[in-house]
């Protein structure tokens, strides 16, 4: 796999587009943004006038962009015309599950042999510039392995989740039980510290009990608690409270559509929306502490 056409190189698609360079790649590049587009030619990639015009005689295609409509109007415009037979065209960005069955189904009834994955990331701009992404895949299991060389070079792991839209699913739903375990475990910080018990004591003991969870252990939402976490510098950086609330409200919308009962994925929705209005939604999500510990939230 020789030739790479990325389209959408922003904060993620950006360090990504330039790990596929690294990897001896030739990369075609295109973002609508001027900007993003002399940064991706700074890092080796070849600057495309359009969408179009990046996936010609590319061997695979990926798209790393907002949501679902601009993932559709690129598929529809841009991509499926213009790209070779046969191409494998893989979307990392994340979307909702109905806009990624579309594009697959768009991409085979266009009847040129495409080949079509959906490969949203877990991880944010430090594994995408890092390559050192998560990636969940929806996709024809007799494509995972090409698409796998595909993302090698931007991936730590990549891991087949099912058919066409399952990756999606699979990020939803990681992404629902993060937003609620994260509100949990600050919930109970919030308690402790009510109670009187330091959160240092609290952390020992609920680190090797059964409150035990990644967003204490891993990500613990207190400054100066656990390993390194962005509750360390004021929760810049880290995963953006506004992007964990487009991924609860795609859980909510695939919650809607499915007939799944997920109230506790709506609680935690309307709690990080509560933080966006704010002003808040560029802090990171485990800033939620802050609101619930003043006690303003009920
Ligand atoms: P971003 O807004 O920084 O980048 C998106 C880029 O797409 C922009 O540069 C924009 O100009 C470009 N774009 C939009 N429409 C286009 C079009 N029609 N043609 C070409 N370019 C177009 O967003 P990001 O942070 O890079 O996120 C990208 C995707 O990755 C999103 O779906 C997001 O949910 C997901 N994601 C982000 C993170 C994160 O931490 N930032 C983590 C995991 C997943």
Known sequence: MQSIAFIGLGNMGGGMAANQVKAGRTVRAFDLSDRALAKASDAGCMACSSAAEAVKGADAVITMLPAGKHVLSVYEHDILPMAAAGTLLVDCSTIDVDSARKAASLAQAAGKGFRTADAPVSGGTAAADGGTLAFMVGCDPTDFADVETALDPMSRVTIHAGDSGAGQAAKICNNMLLGISMIGTCEAFALAERLGLSAERFFEISSQSSGQNWSMTSYC??????????????????????MM?????????????SGAVTPMGGHAEALYAMLSEQGLGHKDFSSIIELLSKGTVK
């Open 245 to 257: 609330l487009k991924d609860l409200r795609l859980a909510k919308e695939a919650a809607m559509t």
């Open 221 to 242: 939402p207190v400054e100066g608690v656990g390993p390194a976490s962005p509750a360390d510098r004021n929760f810049e950086g880290g995963f953006a409270t506004d």
